[in-house]
């Protein structure tokens, strides 16, 4: 059964800004948001590199000095922001678990509680496709 979780509202978080949260009250953001004009994109804070290794370095310091990329500070990994994908770092061709978001009429955010999608299979030996997460 799914259920929701006010986040908060379109307005506190600035365009082109990353915004951290503990919707499950564990202590410690395990979510964040990034705005780019009026569209956000949700992910789940936790590099793919090192499975709960958090990506920021202090509170809501998601995104790299040119706001343009998401950074894991620990590792050095940088990913797009719609997409989540790394694409420098050692996670290279894995992405961010996304976090569904509804951002309704009157400008509430809402997150859509649905556990992240398991990593795709990696293949076998000797094949040229690459194990990444989809």
Known sequence: MNSTATLCRLEDIPDGEARGFDPA?????????VRQGQG???WYDRCPHEGDTPLPWR??????????????????????????MCILGPCLGERLDPVQLVIHPDGEVVMM????MPAAPCPGPGSDMRCKNV
Do not use: W
């Not at 009250?25 to 948001?33: A, E, N, P």
């Open 40 to 42: 956000l994109h949700g």
């Open 25 to 33: 009250g564990v202590g410690r953001d395990t979510l964040f948001i």
């Open 113 to 116: 509680a649905v556990p992240p």
């Open 59 to 84: 509170r809501h310091g998601y995104l790299n000095k040119k706001r343009t990329r998401i950074v894991c500070f620990a590792h050095g990994a940088q990913f797009e922001i719609a997409s989540g």
